[in-house]
């Protein structure tokens, strides 16, 4: 009988063994000896389901910075990450043999004299006391029990104590050793198997006992790692069970010296060390980022929060966690470190952590909406904070994106930008003039303080802002009655849509509720009324820097599977939203707020003049002011780059930041562009055509 075939014959016999049961192996039935053909024991390759063929084993995924380096963090349900065997230390493949399957490389995946020797013991003892499952057999019990695409109730059915499993154990052991080389099954093995305290495959039980790679394992601490896989949760060192884990360790020392692998004296020395443990966890979701790195928290959390929202990687919120949580990906991000420390510490030039207010802050690319930064001053942390402060100082709130309690806050006239941009597509040009009173009456219905008469009649922050003005003017000083104006020209519903387009989310209800049943009448909305967040106004402002682009805000560089393979999901989701010589057109106007100089020289005056003499290069922006100064906001931006600051109190939005903030807010918005464009070329804007600044025949309009 040849050695291939021997255990075919003997693996149903000896199956209680096997398992470990008290079944003696004259208990088995006869019709199961002799009614199952080799067939049936010996299962094909090809059948062997695709968990086995092709392992899916849990695997985290880590979250690297743009460099492709730094990490951020980790996700994960089970701490591991697959290797190669040739990084794998030689003692420690050959210790994990000595612990577990000493003729692993003399069997064809059952291991017959074992399974006597087992079943002797046991039938003597009466009771369980050696197992006999080879190394094959424990992997492929390993690879059903975990694989990620089951649920909790089929993995358990993958480790049941029963005949019928133990059979199914060993016929696809035997496949597997015909298919596979020894040493791509010790491979697998060493990437699945538990060694304890949350430690799964050999690379992440070395960080975790020993901070080191797998690679660089002494013959101890392998003989150590080796000895756990045994018992993990009762041999576990780190959490008090030192003295049996020395005690396994001794145990596959001496298994070592017995198969000639190790010499005696070296072993002995071996045994005498300490156990040395230099433990390290690996950092699990967003409060896991690095200590000195709290910030990114807030990216972090922006990050799961995009990730959720993606179908490709499940059909519910809860698989889309779970395949983040098991699928080992390579996800490399969007931030940008050096940026996002200068936007933190200037963020914090203006409030301190903790401050009651707050000012999120957000950079964003034009042309991809690649976010390079998101900070506040906040801790990110679950930690509690004093009676009534729920957002400082921690929280793990997005107070810069938005989403869950976070609606937004008011963003002022820096939604002037949309009215300017609707007045423009519809076909009114930059020198569209109107001699704006310091109040002005509309025709939209409102009730409250900036109403007369029941309608609203906003004003001017200076009496100096009255009379002619066009758009650049208008944008430049922030005249109010100007837009006003002018969104009755276009018509509210416009400006609203115009909004919406460019990206901003109007998550508060009642905003939601007026921009689907009361655009038309919706005339406050050109002064930003409406709760919006940094994230969002940085998005709609690089849409005019990219000449009518809007690309969806996005933390994604790349993503890679396990396998190396380059997932789609996370490229840039960009769209022409904005005729381009609308955008260009745009783009001059929103010169003038900042202190630059439209390509007509039409600029007088703005809010934030000195932004472009600090930095030197062609910007457009704007500021904003709430109501009362309850908010303050800026946004600037280059042909390059977006930033946008706003500054609140996100426990009371009553809680008014005052106006004096907003000149330290330029001036960190300034200091945020200018180290985020230290490398990069300066660029100028394209001029928009004299369509869309000037009639045809030079003559300005309006009143």
């Not at 394992?217 to 069970?241: E, F, K």
């Not at 009730?447 to 009379?467: H, L, Q, R």
């Not at 260009?584 to 007509?600: E, F, I, K, L, N």
């Not at 003049?609 to 709430?626: D, F, I, Y």
Request: with cysteine.
């Amino acid at each position: 009988m040849t050695r291939a075939l021997l255990p075919k014959v003997f693996t149903v016999l000896l199956a209680g063994a096997l398992a470990g049961l008290a079944l003696a192996v004259a208990a088995l039935p006869a019709a199961l000896v002799y009614g199952v053909g080799l067939s049936a024991l010996s299962a094909p390759y090809a059948d062997l389901p695709n968990t086995l063929r092709t392992p899916p084993t849990a695997q985290r995924s880590n979250l690297y910075a743009n460099d492709g380096t730094t990490l951020i963090t980790s996700f994960y349900q089970e701490d591991r990450v697959d290797v190669p065997l040739d990084e794998v230390a030689p003692v420690m493949r050959q210790a994990i043999i000595a612990a577990e399957d000493a003729r692993f490389h003399e069997h064809s995946g059952v291991d017959l004299r074992g399974i006597l020797r087992a079943f002797t013991v046991n039938r003597r003892d009466g009771a369980t006391r050696q197992g006999a499952s080879t190394l094959t057999m424990q992997y492929v019990r390993n690879v059903l029990s975990n694989d990620p695409r089951l649920s909790e109730a089929q993995r358990a059915a993958a480790t049941e104590v029963s005949t019928a499993r133990k059979v199914q154990e060993i016929r696809y052991a035997l496949a597997l050793e015909r298919e596979l080389t020894k040493d791509q099954i010790l491979a697998r093995y060493l990437n699945i198997a538990y060694f304890g305290a949350g430690a799964y495959g050999v690379a992440a039980a070395s960080k975790r006992y020993f901070s080191v790679s797998p690679a660089e394992l002494t013959l101890a601490q392998a003989a150590l790692l080796a000895g756990l896989v045994r018992s993990p949760h009762t041999d576990d060192p780190i959490h008090g069970d030192a003295d049996s884990a020395m005690a396994r360790r001794g145990y596959v020392l001496d298994r070592l010296v017995e198969s000639g692998q190790v010499p005696p004296d070296v072993a002995q020395r071996a045994q005498a060390e300490p156990l040395n443990l230099r433990p390290s966890e690996t950092p699990n979701d967003c409060t896991a980022v690095p200590e000195g790195h709290n910030d990114w928290g807030f990216f972090c959390d922006w990050f799961t929060r995009w990730w959720n929202d993606q179908r490709a990687f499940g059909s519910t919120v809860d698989e889309r966690q779970r395949t983040l949580r098991r699928g080992g990906f390579t996800i490399v991000s969007t931030l940008d470190p050096a940026v996002q420390r200068s936007t933190t510490e200037q963020v914090r030039r203006v409030y301190s952590a903790q401050a009651r207010y707050a000012m999120p802050t957000a950079v964003v690319q034009p042309g991809t909406g690649r976010v390079l930064a998101m900070s506040v001053n906040r801790t990110y942390s679950v930690a509690a904070n004093p009676p009534g402060q729920k957002n400082h100082p921690n929280t793990v709130n997005q107070l810069v994106g938005g989403g869950g309690t976070i609606v937004g806050y008011q963003g002022g006239s820096t939604f002037k930008l949309f009215t300017l941009l609707a007045a423009l597509e519809a076909g009114l040009p930059l020198n569209t003039v109107f001699d704006a009173p310091d109040r002005i009456r509309t025709r939209y219905q409102i009730s409250g303080e900036t109403s007369c008469g029941g309608y609203w009649c906003p004003e001017n922050a200076s009496a100096s802002m009255s009379g002619e003005h066009d758009m650049w003017t208008a944008f430049g000083q922030s005249v109010n009655t100007y837009f006003a104006w002018l969104t009755e020209q276009v018509g509210a519903d416009r400006v609203v849509e115009m909004a919406e387009r460019l990206g901003i989310v109007l998550r508060a209800g009642d905003d939601a509720q007026l921009a689907r049943h009361g655009a038309r009448d919706w005339g406050p909305f050109t002064l930003g009324v409406a709760a919006t967040t940094p994230l969002d106004l940085a998005g709609a402002y690089a849409t005019v820097a990219a000449e009518g682009i809007w690309c969806a805000p996005t933390p994604i560089t790349s993503i890679t599977d396990a396998t190396g393979r380059r997932v789609g999901a996370g490229q840039p989701d960009c769209r022409q939203v904005l005729d381009v010589d609308v955008s260009r057109a745009a783009v001059d106007a929103a010169r003038c707020p900042v202190g630059d100089q439209s390509m007509y020289h039409t600029c007088d005056g703005g809010t934030a003049t000195r932004l472009r003499g600090q930095l030197n290069r062609p910007v457009g922006g704007k500021t904003g002011s709430s109501e009362r100064y309850a908010t303050e906001t800026v946004v600037a931006f280059t042909p390059q780059l977006a930033v946008a600051a706003m500054a609140a109190n996100p426990d009371d939005p009553q809680d008014a930041v005052g106006h004096a903030v907003q000149r330290a807010m330029v001036d960190s918005v300034g200091e945020i562009l200018a180290f985020a464009l230290r490398d990069q070329p300066v660029r100028d804007f394209v001029p928009p055509s004299d369509t869309t600044a000037w009639r045809v025949t030079g003559e300005r309009t309006g009143n």
